[in-house]
Protein backbone atom coordinates (compact mmCIF):
# COMPACT_ATOMS: atom_id res chain seq x y z
CA UNK A 1 0.00 0.00 0.00
CA UNK A 2 1.29 3.20 -0.75
CA UNK A 3 1.94 6.32 1.14
CA UNK A 4 -1.22 9.28 0.27
CA UNK A 5 1.86 11.61 -0.71
CA UNK A 6 3.08 9.19 -3.00
CA UNK A 7 0.59 9.16 -5.06
CA UNK A 8 -0.19 13.38 -4.44
CA UNK A 9 3.44 13.50 -5.96
CA UNK A 10 2.39 11.12 -8.34
CA UNK A 11 -0.89 12.94 -10.12
CA UNK A 12 -0.27 15.79 -12.32
CA UNK A 13 -2.75 18.39 -10.76
CA UNK A 14 -3.16 21.54 -12.25
CA UNK A 15 -0.59 24.09 -11.28
CA UNK A 16 -0.74 25.72 -7.91
CA UNK A 17 -2.70 22.85 -6.16
CA UNK A 18 0.16 21.91 -3.75
CA UNK A 19 3.43 22.47 -4.06
CA UNK A 20 6.44 20.28 -3.16
CA UNK A 21 7.70 22.38 -0.44
CA UNK A 22 4.06 22.42 1.27
CA UNK A 23 3.87 18.74 1.19
CA UNK A 24 7.24 18.48 2.90
CA UNK A 25 6.58 20.50 5.35
CA UNK A 26 3.55 18.99 6.35
CA UNK A 27 5.27 15.67 6.48
CA UNK A 28 7.72 16.79 8.92
CA UNK A 29 5.37 16.29 12.16
CA UNK A 30 4.56 12.67 10.65
CA UNK A 31 8.92 12.10 10.55
CA UNK A 32 9.20 13.39 13.65
CA UNK A 33 6.57 12.93 16.19
CA UNK A 34 4.83 15.01 18.08
CA UNK A 35 7.03 15.98 20.99
CA UNK A 36 9.70 17.12 18.35
CA UNK A 37 7.35 18.64 16.20
CA UNK A 38 6.42 20.65 19.12
CA UNK A 39 9.58 22.27 19.32
CA UNK A 40 10.39 22.76 15.41
CA UNK A 41 8.95 23.81 12.59
CA UNK A 42 9.65 23.22 9.04
CA UNK A 43 10.17 26.48 7.52
CA UNK A 44 10.62 25.53 3.59
CA UNK A 45 12.13 23.66 1.21
CA UNK A 46 15.60 24.87 -0.54
CA UNK A 47 16.02 22.63 -3.95
CA UNK A 48 16.59 19.42 -1.30
CA UNK A 49 17.60 20.81 1.35
CA UNK A 50 14.62 21.32 4.26
CA UNK A 51 15.19 24.65 6.36
CA UNK A 52 13.79 23.61 10.38
CA UNK A 53 13.57 26.17 12.65
CA UNK A 54 14.40 25.46 16.06
CA UNK A 55 13.95 26.74 19.35
CA UNK A 56 17.49 26.81 20.49
CA UNK A 57 21.04 25.55 20.61
CA UNK A 58 20.55 22.22 22.58
CA UNK A 59 17.72 21.15 19.80
CA UNK A 60 20.28 21.96 17.26
CA UNK A 61 22.25 20.02 18.28
CA UNK A 62 20.42 17.13 19.66
CA UNK A 63 18.39 17.05 16.22
CA UNK A 64 21.81 17.39 14.21
CA UNK A 65 22.54 14.13 15.80
CA UNK A 66 19.22 12.53 14.47
CA UNK A 67 19.59 13.98 11.06
CA UNK A 68 19.74 10.56 9.10
CA UNK A 69 16.97 8.68 11.04
CA UNK A 70 14.58 11.82 10.04
CA UNK A 71 15.64 11.88 6.64
CA UNK A 72 14.81 7.60 6.45
CA UNK A 73 11.43 9.14 7.88
CA UNK A 74 10.84 11.57 5.37
CA UNK A 75 12.02 9.49 2.49
CA UNK A 76 9.23 6.95 3.91
CA UNK A 77 6.83 9.51 4.09
CA UNK A 78 7.44 11.72 0.22
CA UNK A 79 9.58 9.33 -1.31
CA UNK A 80 13.35 9.37 -2.63
CA UNK A 81 15.10 12.35 -4.43
CA UNK A 82 12.49 15.25 -2.40
CA UNK A 83 14.45 16.23 0.68
CA UNK A 84 17.93 15.32 0.79
CA UNK A 85 19.64 17.40 3.79
CA UNK A 86 18.10 18.98 6.60
CA UNK A 87 19.26 22.40 7.81
CA UNK A 88 18.03 23.66 11.69
CA UNK A 89 18.17 27.22 12.42
CA UNK A 90 18.16 28.62 15.77
CA UNK A 91 15.14 31.00 15.89
CA UNK A 92 13.44 31.63 19.04
CA UNK A 93 9.36 31.33 19.52
CA UNK A 94 7.78 34.08 19.77
CA UNK A 95 6.29 35.35 23.14
CA UNK A 96 2.36 36.25 22.82
CA UNK A 97 1.37 40.10 23.44
CA UNK A 98 1.24 41.06 27.24
CA UNK A 99 -1.98 41.93 28.27
CA UNK A 100 -2.07 45.00 30.59
CA UNK A 101 -3.67 43.52 33.95
CA UNK A 102 -6.65 45.60 36.07
CA UNK A 103 -5.60 47.40 39.15
CA UNK A 104 -5.91 45.25 41.97
CA UNK A 105 -5.39 46.05 45.68
CA UNK A 106 -2.69 44.39 47.27
CA UNK A 107 -3.90 41.34 49.10
CA UNK A 108 -2.80 41.33 52.48
CA UNK A 109 -1.96 44.75 53.18
CA UNK A 110 -2.31 45.95 56.05
CA UNK A 111 -3.59 49.44 57.72
CA UNK A 112 -2.12 49.06 60.75
CA UNK A 113 1.56 49.43 59.53
CA UNK A 114 0.96 52.71 58.37
CA UNK A 115 0.96 53.30 62.35
CA UNK A 116 4.67 54.56 63.29
CA UNK A 117 4.94 53.74 67.16
CA UNK A 118 5.25 49.82 67.66
CA UNK A 119 2.83 49.86 70.82
CA UNK A 120 0.26 51.55 69.29
CA UNK A 121 0.29 49.30 66.52
CA UNK A 122 0.03 46.35 68.58
CA UNK A 123 -2.86 47.75 70.62
CA UNK A 124 -4.64 48.80 67.30
CA UNK A 125 -4.03 45.11 65.94
CA UNK A 126 -5.00 43.74 69.27
CA UNK A 127 -8.29 45.88 69.33
CA UNK A 128 -9.15 45.42 65.54
CA UNK A 129 -8.70 41.02 66.75
CA UNK A 130 -11.09 41.53 69.07
CA UNK A 131 -13.72 43.40 67.57
CA UNK A 132 -13.93 40.84 64.44
CA UNK A 133 -14.44 37.58 66.84
Known sequence: MERASKLIRGLTLPGGTLSIEELACAAWPDAVGKKIAGH?????????????????????????????QILRNLERALGSGLVDDLEFRVVPRRREPQRAMQAVPALGADEADAIEDPVLRSIYRAARNRARA
Do not use: G, I, K, P
Open 40 to 68: TRAARLVRSRLVVEVEDATWQRQLFSLTR
